[in-house]
């Protein structure tokens, strides 16, 4: 019985990340023609054609998808067994990590986990970016180290996913808002001018898909991109935000919340990360100070 090579599964791997035989070959430092003849035993050996022609690029199979996150996994576990172990030594460590996160997040959790990481590791700073988007490139190409969001469609397939809590959204006001005043219905809800978050743009929102089946319909007078925005035109005007209701948390006097009086499903933020990083005792360590902080809302999920 003939054994497959199992140097294969590295080359297959950075194949399947990458999606071309150039960039497979100068990641792994061999030439076209070498990469190409890699990618012809692969083949052979998998009896699947893995990477195909599309235009003047390559997209994978079925097959090549469904192996994708299962080699990934195979060559990080192959490469920490041969790995020797290393103490993490804390308060030697010097680095700097990026963390993407949708606005509200920093407010939120920034001030204990910078206290936290600055205890336990001086060395390290923490650099916060805002997340404009769900595209998973940033991870895949080491540009950031972390991520913190709702789990999508454009999600890579790859990305290794924690929970961290569940949030719901709830309705934003300034004080003194005829809302204020009133048992809040869908309809006396529905009835106010709204502020519509939406990084893409949108013109309508999950809280429109809610309203729908009730008959009715509120009037967006403004689109922003996200909630900090949202929670300022709201604290200035008469207008009602919709927020998560962790990120009412820091709301200073001036602002009242309230739960919204028609079911919406909750949210699920998690923690994300490329799988090349899942071994890494610096990253490890990290991963574990924010779901630390993150453990302190009453939607923790265990």
Not at 60 to 75: D, I, K, S, Y
Not at 223 to 241: K, N, P, Q, T, Y
């Given at each position: 019985m003939s054994h497959p090579d199992l140097?294969?599964?590295?080359?297959?791997?950075?194949?399947?990340?990458?999606?071309?035989?150039?960039?497979?070959?100068?990641?792994?430092?061999?030439?076209?023609?070498?990469?190409?003849r890699a990618l012809a035993r692969l083949r052979e050996t998998t009896g699947d054609p893995l990477l195909v022609r599309a235009g003047r690029g390559l997209v994978?199979?079925?097959?090549?998808?469904?192996?994708?996150?299962?080699?990934?996994?195979?060559?990080?576990?192959?490469?920490?067994?041969?790995?020797?172990?290393?103490?993490?030594?804390?308060?030697?460590?010097?680095?700097?990590f990026t963390l993407r996160n949708q606005d509200g997040f920093v407010e939120n959790f920034g001030p204990d986990l910078i206290a936290r990481v600055g205890e336990q590791a001086p060395g390290v700073r923490l650099r916060f970016v805002l997340k404009p988007d769900k595209d998973s490139t940033p991870l895949r190409d080491g540009s950031v180290d972390l991520e913190t969001g709702v789990v999508g469609k454009t999600t890579g397939p790859e990305m290794r996913a924690q929970a961290l809590f569940r949030d719901r959204f709830v309705g934003v006001v300034r004080t003194g808002h005829p809302l204020c005043e009133v048992t809040i219905t869908p309809a006396r809800y529905a009835a106010g001018r709204h502020i519509l978050i939406s990084r893409r743009g949108l013109d309508?929102?999950?809280?429109?898909?809610?309203?729908?089946?009730?008959?009715?319909?509120?009037?967006?007078?403004?689109?922003?991109?996200?909630?900090?925005?949202?929670?300022?035109?709201?604290?200035?005007?008469?207008?009602?935000?919709?927020?998560?209701?962790?990120?009412?948390?820091?709301?200073?006097?001036?602002?009242?919340?309230?739960?919204?009086?028609?079911?919406?499903?909750?949210?699920?933020?998690?923690?994300?990360?490329?799988?090349?990083?899942?071994?890494?005792?610096?990253?490890?360590?990290?991963?574990?100070?924010?779901?630390?902080?993150?453990?302190?809302?009453?939607?923790?999920?265990?």
């Open positions: 140097n294969l599964l590295a080359t297959l791997d950075v194949l399947l990340t990458e999606g071309s035989v150039a960039r497979a070959a100068r990641r792994l430092q061999l030439s076209p023609s070498a990469m190409s994978p199979t079925p097959r090549a998808l469904e192996l994708r996150e299962r080699v990934g996994r195979l060559v990080q576990d192959a490469e920490a067994v041969l790995r020797p172990v290393e103490m993490l030594d804390l308060k030697r460590l010097v680095r700097t309508r929102g999950p809280i429109d898909d809610a309203l729908a089946p009730l008959g009715l319909k509120r009037e967006i007078v403004t689109v922003v991109g996200g909630f900090s925005e949202a929670l300022a035109l709201a604290r200035a005007s008469d207008l009602i935000a919709s927020a998560p209701e962790r990120y009412t948390g820091n709301l200073r006097d001036g602002m009242f919340w309230f739960p919204l009086p028609f079911p919406l499903p909750e949210i699920t933020v998690s923690l994300l990360w490329h799988p090349r990083l899942d071994a890494d005792p610096a990253h490890r360590w990290l991963r574990g100070c924010v779901r630390d902080v993150c453990a302190g809302t009453t939607h923790w999920i265990a």
